[in-house]
């Protein structure tokens, strides 16, 4: 007898196995979690242990669908992100790969969050020694921080930048001074 359980998230009836009692599955529909209930014990007016299980919404589908996660949307429901260019849900706020935000309240929330936690635009000891002794490897760190959003990456690739080129004024008046 199958179980039916209804999913939490976006209310779709579905139906699974017996086997699936107890168990925890995620909605093919909308990836919410299920918790498949177990059969209890009621009696019946001819068996005294009669068996009645829970209404099931995962009924119809099989232990190998349910465990495998939710459906994939269909590719008219995805879009491309436009910060990383991944396929992400078309109403997405978030993106799953790059962690870009779309939403702009929700974004504007992140922000105060990361100003709370004392991300800032200072850079630490370690990042100063990066951004001089390894400028190359500062610019490339302060990229990727502002892509990522960072206040203090826009100030990591401006030393990085100003190094390499103040020792490249220091190479060509050491060029100069040595062809004389």
């Known amino acids: 007898m199958p179980i039916q359980v209804t999913c939490p998230s976006c209310q779709t009836t579905l139906k699974t196995a017996d086997s699936s009692a107890g168990k925890r599955a995620k909605c093919p529909k909308c990836g919410g979690i299920i918790e498949i209930p177990v059969a209890t014990p009621t009696p019946a007016a001819d068996d005294e242990y009669a068996l009645e299980a ?7 589908f099989s232990d190998e669908e349910l465990s495998s996660g939710p459906a994939a949307p269909a590719a008219s429901d995805r879009k491309p ?3 990383c260019g991944e396929m992400i849900v078309r109403d997405a706020v978030k993106c799953r790969f790059c962690g870009e935000v779309f939403d702009a309240v929700l974004k504007k929330k992140e922000q105060k969050a990361m100003k709370a936690t004392g991300e800032d635009a200072d850079l630490s000891t370690g990042e100063w020694v990066v951004a001089i002794l390894c400028s190359g490897i500062g610019c490339i760190v302060g990229i990727i921080w502002m892509i990522q959003g960072k206040p203090k990456g826009k100030k990591m690739l401006l030393v990085s930048l100003a190094v390499q080129g103040f020792w490249l004024v220091v190479q060509v008046l050491l060029a100069a001074a040595g062809g004389r």
């Open 54 to 60: 829970e209404p099931n919404p995962l009924a119809g």
């Open 81 to 83: 992100c436009p910060a």
